[in-house]
């Protein structure tokens, strides 16, 4: 090859001693090519400063190369405001993404549009990552609906064995049981619940049973009384808080199912002259950055929001180059800060 010659991918094939198409498929990402077969290519390939065609390689294989991420607005008292959760979660996806050569294309969508019709029998993507999806028994419909349609999705939620479609998530029971160790390590008895608790919302009614274990392990028995529904926003979390002190039915610590709902837990309690934690002990769900600025900063169960980014892509892509994959838990982790 002359120098001046633009390089080929039968040129790097040459090179390496491989085929043609083994070329291609490595420098994709394939993971059918072996590891130390895909770093002697991509090597030789940025020897020759050889730069891969995208749309050319994307028309032959009839793909995008982009992928379509859903966020899902709730009806919820604030406008719909994205988790901040899933917004820490936004950077690993993008790059992930760009290290498997592939566009992301964002979206915040209404659970009431037809959002499930639409991304990948347009050719606007070739598959599509769902984060956030609210009351669960209406999301279901719509994910049945991608799954005879055949379209290629992951979603961020609770793993469960009758799932439709890949699930990324966490280990939501185990998180609630080591809030619930840790509280009652703390020497806390009366364990208060705020969150939905239905199937509903799988995720907060997992992280409740598992509280619940935790306290039956302990001979603790729940207390009705001290569970209150709640959306994951502060104010559904302050107003929460205040009416379970209403109630009258005493408490010594609140576990809330995520941060947002704890921080506005803890504002009530301040309102109400209630000191956090001597007199209510309180642990959140999540590790939002907002978590370590509360007053006091919030005990919580962190989700490694990095791993789940990445989890979701590699996912994602496994699932549209047919490559099996499972419906992994990722650990939660018991951060402990001054608000317990």
């Not at 120098?3 to 390496?16: M, P, R």
């Not at 028994?137 to 799932?163: C, K, M, S």
């Not at 994951?232 to 199912?257: P, Y």
């Amino acid at each position: 090859m002359a120098i001046h010659d633009k390089a080929t991918s039968f040129d790097i094939a040459a090179l390496a001693g491989v085929s043609q198409p083994t070329v291609s498929r490595a420098l994709r990402g394939d993971r059918t090519v072996s590891e130390p077969t895909r770093l002697r290519i991509e090597a030789i390939a940025k020897q020759l400063n050889y730069r891969v065609d995208k749309n050319a390689s994307s028309l032959r294989r009839g793909q995008s190369k982009t992928l379509a991420l859903l966020f899902f607005e709730d009806a919820l008292p604030d406008d719909g405001s994205i988790n901040p959760f899933f917004l820490a979660m936004l950077g690993s996806i993008l790059r992930t993404c760009a290290e498997r050569g592939y566009d992301l294309l964002t979206s915040f969508q209404q659970l009431s549009s037809d959002w499930h019709m639409d991304f990948e029998d347009s050719r606007k993507a070739d598959g599509i990552i769902l984060l956030g999806y609210g009351d669960y028994a209406i999301y279901r419909a719509r994910e049945e609906y991608l799954v005879r349609q055949g379209t290629h999705f992951v979603r961020w939620g609770a793993v469960e064995p009758d799932n439709e479609g890949r699930t990324i998530g966490c280990d939501n029971f185990r998180g609630g049981y080591d809030a619930g160790r840790h509280l009652i390590e703390r020497g806390r008895r009366r364990i208060a619940f705020i969150g939905h608790a239905s199937d509903h919302y799988p995720e907060f009614r997992n992280r409740y049973l598992g509280l619940c274990a935790a306290m039956a392990e302990a001979g603790l028995t729940p207390i009705a009384e001290l569970q209150i529904d709640a959306l994951s926003t502060g104010e559904e979390g302050h107003d929460a808080a205040a009416l379970l002190c209403r109630r009258g039915v005493a408490f010594d610590a609140i576990f809330a199912a995520s941060d947002l709902i704890g921080i506005g837990a803890i504002g009530a309690l301040a309102a109400l002259e209630i000191n956090v934690p001597t007199d209510v002990a309180v642990v959140g769900f999540d590790d939002i950055p907002a978590a370590t600025f509360s007053q006091p900063p919030l005990t919580t169960i962190a989700q490694d929001y990095r791993s789940a980014g990445e989890r979701l892509v590699e996912t994602l892509i496994c699932q549209i180059m047919n490559v099996p994959t499972d419906n992994p838990l990722l650990a939660g982790r018991l951060v402990i800060r001054c608000s317990s």
